[in-house]
């Protein structure tokens, strides 16, 4: 095939809907432990804000104890999280979603 008609070619991006990936705290978990044994905390703490983006933040303040600020500066990438930040975050996210699909 000649090289110009290959890279002529269009490829479309698949449409995809993160929110769904997102709320589900088994697929959040894994590929959080994923980064984490490849030593890549930068993706780690990527995963746990993006999860974290589809949550109330009232919620999150009221039941988990992590202030409005923290939760934006996670985020943002602001701020490298402590561990017990994590435990919080992780708590959240599967009570949370674990709530919204039995409510389903």
């Known amino acids: 095939m000649n090289m110009s008609l290959k890279n002529n070619k269009k490829h479309k991006l698949m449409e995809h809907d993160t929110s769904i ?6 697929l959040v978990f894994k590929t959080f432990m994923e980064c984490l044994e490849e030593g890549d905390s930068q993706s780690a703490r990527e995963v746990l804000a993006a999860s974290l983006r589809y949550l109330s933040k009232s919620q999150l303040e009221k039941h988990y104890h992590i202030p409005r600020r923290t939760t934006y500066n996670l985020l943002s990438g602001k701020v490298v999280p402590s561990l017990d930040l994590v435990a919080k975050v992780c708590q959240a996210i599967r009570h949370e979603y674990g709530r919204a699909k039995s409510s389903i």
């Open 21 to 26: 990936t997102l709320s589900n705290p088994r």
